[in-house]
């Protein structure tokens, strides 16, 4: 048996980090098993698929350095792959089912089926089709048909017994059939729905295991008795724990970013969301170990895939819901930054659209691009850290209050630099020399760098902590480093 996975995502928003956490788990079980992995899109939902979440989505999940054997962009052997571009096969497997008396035709209102669930939540009932269409004779059924009743199509539950299954991480599994509703398998415009189409198209696509998330364990009932009802083998089942909040609920926007754009806008490098998400499945892969190889994204997306592909089990996955824990997620992102060269990394930022300002020039931007990295975890914190190199703070005297000296001392402080910086010619304004001189004016004074530098820093960069003030100074300038020393010397008079 080959196996065959697949991810089938909606393509209803923004790619969601739960897609590609499925997708990635689906890919390297496949990849461990020498086998396929597919990407399908279900956009049986016409109001809220759109054509751009889709684009957005394997965009995204290309972004991460993954691929699929088989998908809407690049066809197949079992294509389309797109669930819109499918309808003939699901008619013809309703109208199996219909035929063999394993589904039937409602034609309900929707007043109808909204008073029932008025009635059913007044009773404190779990919302469910009241069967009422099921008993109608096939003659009725013609004649409602013949007045050009719309319809719909649902699924024939057995109202006795329990649906038993085996989940390949959580066991056996037992659903009551009196607690499974009697599904819409196609809708009255024609469509089918998700349940109809996953089962069809996962049979059809020859899928040997279905990973997906644990919000569709309730929905397995329906899909096994589907896959009883055509004769079918049904796939293995895998239900993934969800991604969740740090505070263990359900990851949500509210409280978490949840689109992939947004950690590639924020500057997270592809392989560190990669190597997060690889980290989520089996939390015993050895960080430290996985960083830092290959020399290009490319590169280094593959080899982290190839790792988790080859360390792939299911078995290891942990149902308690692993937490996506942003800190270690922006940890790993300055991880893999500073496991570029400078060279590659001022390519990154040039990918990512970072704009430099003019007032840094190009040939200055390596050594900036070296000093900076060592201070960022994503590449949306280098502007910021730089901006001053591109235009002076604005400081208050305020800002300069010191706890270890007093506003005297730091004037003397301020003061005593400017003094010490002057003599420095042009061509020894390098980082070892500034800090040189800064050092000996402190001591001079009776004080050390260290008891000053805080006001040094905010005079020049305006933050109490940026690029290592001595480099900051050397790309500034001499004269502009002056400036912005006796800038700071007036505003504490
Ligand atoms: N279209 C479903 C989703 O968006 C797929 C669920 C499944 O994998 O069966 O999650």
């Not at 730089?386 to 703070?393: G, Q």
Request: glycine fraction near 8%; hydrophobic fraction near 40%; include cysteine.
């Amino acid at each position: 048996m080959t196996v065959r996975t697949r991810v089938a995502p909606s393509p209803t928003g923004d790619p969601h980090v739960g897609t590609a956490y499925v997708a990635l788990i689906n890919l390297c079980f496949a990849r461990k098993h020498g086998g396929q992995f597919i990407l399908r899109v279900e956009d049986t939902d016409r109001t809220r698929s759109t054509q751009q979440s889709e684009g957005a989505i394997l965009e995204s999940l290309r972004w991460l350095g993954m691929s699929w054997d088989e998908g809407p962009d690049i066809g197949g052997p079992h294509g389309p792959y797109r669930q819109s571009e499918r309808g003939e096969s699901y008619q013809e497997h309703v109208a199996q089912l219909l035929a063999q008396g394993n589904a039937f035709k409602c034609f309900c209102t929707a007043e109808r089926l909204e008073e029932m669930r008025v009635a059913q939540r007044a009773a404190h009932q779990p919302p469910h089709y009241d069967g009422h269409c099921l008993t109608l004779t096939a003659q009725e059924v013609t004649e409602k048909e013949i007045a050009g009743i719309p319809s719909v199509v649902r699924l024939k539950v057995p109202s006795e017994g329990a649906c038993v299954f085996d989940d390949v991480l959580r066991g056996r599994i037992e659903i009551e059939w009196k607690t499974v509703d009697m599904q819409v398998l196609l809708k009255s415009d024609g469509f089918p729905t998700y349940h109809l189409a996953n089962v069809v198209d996962d049979h059809m696509m020859e899928i040997t295991h279905v990973i997906r998330g644990e919000e569709w364990i309730s929905s397995a009932p329906k899909h096994l008795l589907l896959y009883r009802y055509f004769g079918w083998n049904p796939p293995q089942l895998c239900h993934l724990p969800l991604l969740r909040n740090p505070d263990k609920s359900k990851l949500s926007k509210r409280k978490n970013p949840t689109s992939i754009l947004y950690y590639r806008e924020q500057g997270y490098p592809a392989e560190a969301l990669l190597h997060f998400l690889g980290s989520l499945i089996d939390a015993r892969n050895d960080d430290q170990a996985l960083i830092g190889h290959g020399h290009s994204t490319r590169e280094r997306t593959r080899l982290l895939l190839e790792y988790f592909s080859a360390h792939c089990e299911l078995e290891r996955i942990s149902v308690g819901g692993p937490v996506f824990d942003i800190p270690k997620l922006r940890w790993l992102s300055g991880q893999w930054i500073r496991r570029q060269a400078p060279s590659e990394f001022l390519q990154s930022l040039d990918e990512w659209g970072y704009a430099w300002p003019r007032a840094i020039s190009p040939q200055q931007r390596e050594h900036v691009a070296r000093i900076a990295m060592e201070r960022i975890e994503v590449l949306s914190d280098f502007g910021p850290l730089v901006e001053f190199l591109a235009e002076a703070p604005d400081v208050s005297r305020h800002d300069m209050a010191l706890e270890k000296l007093s506003e005297a001392q730091v004037h003397a402080g301020l003061q005593g630099a400017i003094e010490a910086l002057v003599p420095l010619d042009g061509a020894s304004w390098n980082q070892a020399a500034i800090g040189e001189a800064l050092k000996k004016s402190a001591a001079s004074m009776g004080f050390t760098l260290k008891d000053v530098v805080r006001a040094f820093y905010i005079a020049v960069t305006g933050k109490p902590t940026s690029l290592p003030l001595f480099d900051g100074m050397e790309i500034l300038g001499k004269e502009e480093s002056l400036r912005r020393f006796e800038i700071a010397l007036e505003r504490l008079h």
